[in-house]
């Protein structure tokens, strides 16, 4: 069982930056996939952004590319999303997921095996 645990959400102004942090119990850590996704108020859930286990390949929501950053650290059993330049649409519960298939598969169809409990990000206009 993976235990993920999500840090760094908070409240910041249009056009401000966070980083989301997600530090993962288990030692396998490298060989799961991990992902981002965010749910607003009254929306279903949705894909922000993925990594495969070694780092080398990753996948954006549209709604993100070229303002967002998925990286890891499998030393730190830590994954990370930088957030650059943020809209008020950003603001959501992010939360961070694992799963041992691939990154594009946690794209492809929005699931994963393991969630953490969620970051609430809100960012004013």
């Known amino acids: 069982q993976v235990q993920l645990v999500e840090s760094g959400g908070g409240l910041v102004q249009a056009g401000g930056s966070l980083r989301l942090s997600c530090a993962a119990s288990?030692?396998?850590?490298?060989?799961?996939?991990m992902g981002w996704f965010r749910q607003a108020p009254g929306k279903e859930r949705e894909f922000v952004a993925a990594?495969?286990?070694?780092?080398?390949?990753?996948h954006y929501a549209d709604s993100v590319k070229g303002r967002f950053t998925i990286s890891r650290d499998n030393a730190k059993n830590t994954v990370y999303l930088q957030m650059n330049s943020l809209k008020p649409e950003d603001t959501a519960v992010y939360y961070c997921?694992?799963?041992?298939?691939?990154?594009?598969?946690?794209?492809?169809?929005?699931?994963?095996?393991?969630w953490g409990q969620g970051t609430q990000v809100t960012v004013s206009s």
């Open positions: 997921a694992a799963d041992p298939g691939t990154a594009q598969n946690m794209r492809v169809n929005s699931e994963a095996h393991y």
């Open positions: 288990e030692r396998t850590f490298r060989f799961y996939a």
């Open positions: 990594i495969s286990w070694g780092g080398a390949s990753t």
